[in-house]
């Protein structure tokens, strides 16, 4: 049958009918807020390429993450961003070191009201700004940098993290952590594997987000961003080796990534709407050129539309309020 017959404009004649039969949707609880904890600050730090996004003190990042929790956002993801930075990253694995003392915090107030998750990646506590310890050649050492990620691992689930975003992009380090935590416990402590992690050209404003010391690039660990069938091959083994969660990052660049990879793995699929599609959204918004509120809903729903059951974005608790007025 065809026209006159079939008549699809029927189930668009109203918002009642178009939300009746909407196909995706979008709510605070598939949203999770990333956040930025800076030690030896005593206010809260404006991010330039990321208007409206702080480096937090603790108690910003407290009352921060208490609002988020109330619009019912369904997690945070904490950054620290440390005073001091060597060769190791010792602060990564430091009881008292920034990331490790902001999770417990957050983790007693706020824990049963939404899931605490922490980064696990060293970039931001290296010296040369790469996401693993240095050869003496200056290349990322691979197995090493799996050493430190465990004691990392133990020491964020020690101070609380329910989630870990495993987001270094080194061979075996899911499986690594994974028989790491069990050992000592913590067997139900979350791994979200960053299994497709693009060396991306719109991280710039994260990196101003965290200080980042970065010397060189991290081609030889991020994915090619022409390359969507290693993509795949990445989340699978990521799900082989116990990933709990799997990422797909960045998100609007990679939704045919986001969509494959889904299609594949048995376990629930995020995705990382990063810094560089916020500044370009807030930009165009701020010169006039789109409506800010559409733009931002619209983009969130896209990458829940190919495929992702949860987004993390920076806009997640101001979208949160949002969508609880509809």
């Known amino acids: 049958m065809s026209f006159p017959e079939v008549r699809p404009r029927r189930l668009r004649q109203s918002a009642a009918v178009r939300t009746l039969v909407r196909e995706t949707s979008l709510s605070p609880r598939h949203l999770v807020l990333p956040m930025f904890v800076r030690e030896g600050i005593t206010d809260p730090v404006a991010i330039s390429s990321m208007p409206g996004v702080l480096q937090h003190t603790m108690d910003s990042l407290r009352r921060a993450a208490a609002e988020a929790a109330e619009v019912g956002v369904g997690g945070v993801m904490l950054f620290g961003v440390p005073a001091v930075r060597d060769a190791v990253g010792s602060g990564a694995d430091d009881p008292d070191g920034i990331l490790n003392v902001a999770t417990r915090a957050l983790a007693s107030e706020i824990g049963d009201a939404l899931v605490v998750q922490t980064d696990l990646c060293l970039d931001e506590f290296t010296d040369h700004g790469h996401c693993g310890v240095l050869s003496g ?190």
């Open 137 to 326: 050649d200056g290349s990322v050492d691979n197995d090493a940098t799996l050493e430190r990620y465990v004691s990392m691992a133990l020491a964020q689930a020690r101070a609380g993290s329910q989630l870990l975003g495993l987001s270094g992009m080194m061979d075996g380090q899911v499986a690594a952590i994974r028989q790491g935590l069990d050992a000592e416990g913590f067997t139900d402590t979350l791994l979200l594997g960053y299994a497709a992690k693009y060396a991306s050209a719109f991280y710039g404003p994260f990196r101003e987000a965290v200080d980042s010391q970065l010397q060189g690039d991290r081609r030889t660990y991020q994915l090619d961003p022409g390359n969507r069938r290693e993509g795949l091959r990445e989340a699978l083994i990521d799900e082989a080796e116990g990933a709990d969660v799997v990422m797909v990052k960045p998100a609007m660049g990679f939704l045919d990534v986001l969509r494959e990879v889904r299609d594949a793995v048995h376990v629930p699929v995020w995705a990382y709407q990063i810094s560089g599609e916020y500044a370009m959204i807030e930009a165009a918004a701020a010169n006039g050129w789109i409506d800010r509120r559409a733009a931002v809903l619209e983009s969130l729903l896209s990458i829940r539309r190919a495929g992702a059951d949860a987004v993390l974005t920076y806009w997640a608790a101001e979208a949160a309020g949002w969508l609880r007025e509809r």
